[in-house]
């Protein structure tokens, strides 16, 4: 059914031909102003809201090609057919490289060919138009969301600057103990933490948190823990005392469990959580949901620790039990997250643990010859955080 709002301009100094291609068009449902020669053609269509032009080739004064080169240059959105007595193929050429939607031959016989070349024209014109709108709509969504990129880029950088600041330094005590870590997000936050201190100039306390999820929610959560275990360390007292040495690692746990229960972060936690007394060189330690195992390197010999805990976060009443350890004079204690079983060559978790401590057993001296060991520096994308935390004594 055709548009009757859609306004044709019909340019053509023939007039009986001008008159009978308007009427057949009126007939058909549109709206059809007329004129005589170009300039007049013109001048109408700068005055009146027109869709499709039609205009005869051989014209005096202005010719059809003319026409249609000046419409073309004031909008090259409108269509534009051309009509001619003479079929010459130059003519032809000349036209559609102008822009022209169609070309055809008078005499017009079957007026039906003209309606159907208009009705074309006009859908094509209606096609481009919206995908000009679909295009500028893509492009301010496409702004609106670069612009929010930028933001989140921002806040990224700025979240990142927090979390790096909360970071504790390597750390020496004068017994001879060597703490240092190393973090590698998978995003440009990281779900994984460690932190450590020497507390009492005795106690030397650390621990490993690798919190569920990824990006800023779980970045948000290590920054919250950190906070949290400065308090209890600050005004609880923990790990200042022989009595907290004993058991402060469980209490901590439990601690924190309570508090992500209460306050639904909608995160839990896998810990390891260690305390040495440097002065009797016995370390006890908690183990909650955490993988794999922290490895004690001693004289070229590698093994995991023992021991296993529920997660922090999940069970309410949870509760975990305390390992003891006496340290050598010499050893490495390495502490990975789960994300490094990632980057490891072999294929099941039996043979990835077996390959760690094959690889930490000669390569546990220190941080650095821990992350050379395993290229850490060389990953460019982790598909999970990465932390480590080495504690050494007498290398």
Not at 357 to 364: C, P, T, V, Y
Request: one cysteine or more; proline letters at 4%; hydrophobic letters at 40%.
């Amino acid at each position: 059914m055709t548009d009757t709002s859609r306004t044709l301009l019909i340019i053509d100094d023939d007039k009986p031909v001008r008159h009978s291609i308007a009427a057949f068009l009126e007939d058909s449902g549109f709206q059809v102003v007329e004129a005589a020669d170009g300039p007049t053609g013109l001048a109408l269509y700068a005055e009146r809201d027109i869709d499709l032009v039609i205009t005869d080739l051989r014209m005096p004064s202005m010719d059809g090609l003319t026409v249609l080169k000046n419409l073309h240059d004031i909008s090259a959105d409108t269509p534009v057919i051309v009509i001619s007595g003479a079929g010459v193929m130059s003519d032809v050429v000349s036209a559609l490289r102008l822009g022209a939607s169609d070309y055809l031959i008078k005499p017009i016989v079957d007026m039906e060919v003209l309606v159907h070349s208009v009705e074309k024209a006009l859908e094509r014109r209606d096609l481009l138009a919206q995908n000009k709108k679909y295009r500028e709509k893509l492009e301010r969504a496409n702004k609106g969301l670069r612009e929010n990129l930028r933001v989140l880029e921002r806040d990224q950088v700025a979240g990142r600057q927090v979390q790096r600041r909360l970071l504790p330094h390597p750390q020496t005590t004068a017994e001879g103990y060597s703490v240092a870590h190393h973090i590698a997000p998978s995003l440009y936050l990281s779900g994984d933490f460690v932190d450590y201190a020497h507390i009492g100039r005795r106690y030397l306390a650390f621990y490993l948190a690798d919190v569920s999820g990824h990006g800023a929610s779980s970045a948000f959560v290590t920054i919250w823990l950190k906070h949290l275990v400065s308090r209890m360390v600050r005004e609880e007292g923990l790990f200042g005392d022989e009595a907290s040495f004993q058991t402060g690692a469980s209490s901590m746990l439990a601690d924190i469990n309570r508090e992500l229960n209460e306050t639904s972060l909608n995160h839990h936690l896998t810990f390891f959580v260690g305390v040495i007394d440097t002065q009797t060189h016995e370390m006890r330690y908690v183990v909650a949901g955490h993988l794999p195992m922290p490895l004690l390197v001693t004289e070229g010999k590698a093994e995991f620790l023992q021991g296993s805990g529920k997660p922090v976060g999940i069970f309410k009443n949870a509760s975990w039990q305390v390992h003891s350890l006496t340290l050598p004079e010499q050893f490495s204690l390495v502490c990975f997250s789960d994300g490094v079983l990632e980057i490891l060559p072999a294929a099941s978790l039996k043979e990835k643990e077996a390959y760690l401590l094959e690889l930490m057993a000669q390569k546990a001296q220190n941080l650095e010859t821990v992350c050379n060991a395993l290229a850490i520096k060389d990953v460019s994308e982790t598909p999970d955080d990465i932390a480590i935390l080495t504690i050494t004594r007498g290398y």
